[in-house]
T-cell receptor, first 113, second 115 residues
Framework: GENVEQHPSTLSVQEGDSAVIKCTYS??????FPWYKQELGKGPQLIID?????GEKKDQRIAVTLNKTAKHFSLHITETQPEDSAVYFC????????????FGKGTHLIIQP | NAGVTQTPKFRVLKTGQSMTLLCAQD?????MYWYRQDPGMGLRLIHY???????AKGEVPDGYNVSRLKKQNFLLGLESAAPSQTSVYFC??????????????FGPGTRLTVT
């Protein structure tokens, strides 16, 4: 089955700086890679996603890049703000048939004022 | 439009007891999912359903059963709870398959403790 590794587990950045979270996946047939933000006591919320036919996608301060050859994808947040503090999860949808995501273990992003 | 709701929000069980977690969505979604979230483990898929009357196993199905008798509801059952099932359970739904471009929406979670 699919295996998703996510790094780092904790990331602390100064407000206004950029944050980068990286994930690798194992199944070359995986074709959909979403990123979720989870605030304390809430369920995950989709913030951006990318499909295997695209190398990069941007939405305001958030961007995701995908390198299919190396089987890794990254989340980039620019001009970080206090409300960006949360746990972020990457995930991959395997091409094996089951319609469920395999998640990374999460990154706790801390924005220092 | 409440989205995805889960009942109950919290529950404490003794080992061997049974319970049912209810997930309801009012978005007319075909697909529904149950995940569990453990510290340092991310979310793992337990079971999912691609339509009313259908269910399928996910990554960690052992010890759980599910039913989808109505399109809007997806029930997760624990017949004989074990301490290893202490976790936060999340339900999610989507209009269609994620491979087809449909977003998955998550509920607020149920925190279950088995003593």
């Amino acid at each position: 089955g699919e295996n998703v590794e996510q790094h780092p587990s904790t990331l602390s950045v100064q407000e206004g700086d950029s944050a980068v979270i990286k994930c690798t996946y194992s199944d070359s047939a995986s074709n959909y890679f979403p990123w979720y933000k989870q605030e304390l006591g809430k369920g995950p919320q989709l913030i951006i996603d990318i499909r295997s036919n695209v190398g990069e996608k941007k939405d305001q301060r958030i961007a995701v890049t995908l390198n299919k050859t190396a089987k890794h994808f990254s989340l980039h947040i620019t001009e970080t703000q206090p409300e960006d503090s949360a746990v972020y999860f990457c995930a991959a949808l395997s091409g094996g048939g089951a319609d469920g995501l395999t998640f990374g273990k999460g990154t706790h992003l801390i924005i220092q004022p | 439009n409440a989205g995805v709701t889960q009942t109950p929000k919290f529950r404490v069980l003794k080992t061997g007891q049974s319970m049912t977690l209810l997930c309801a969505q009012d978005m007319n979604h075909e697909y529904m999912y149950w995940y569990r979230q453990d510290p340092g483990m991310g979310l793992r898929l337990i079971h999912y359903s691609v339509g009313e009357g259908t269910t399928a196993k996910g990554e960690v199905p052992d010890g759980y059963n599910v039913s989808r008798l109505k399109k809007q509801n997806f029930l997760l059952g624990l017949e004989s709870a074990a301490p290893s099932q202490t976790s936060v359970y999340f339900c999610a739904s989507s209009y269609g398959p994620m491979a087809g471009g449909y977003e998955q929406y998550f509920g607020p979670g149920t925190r279950l403790t088995v003593t």
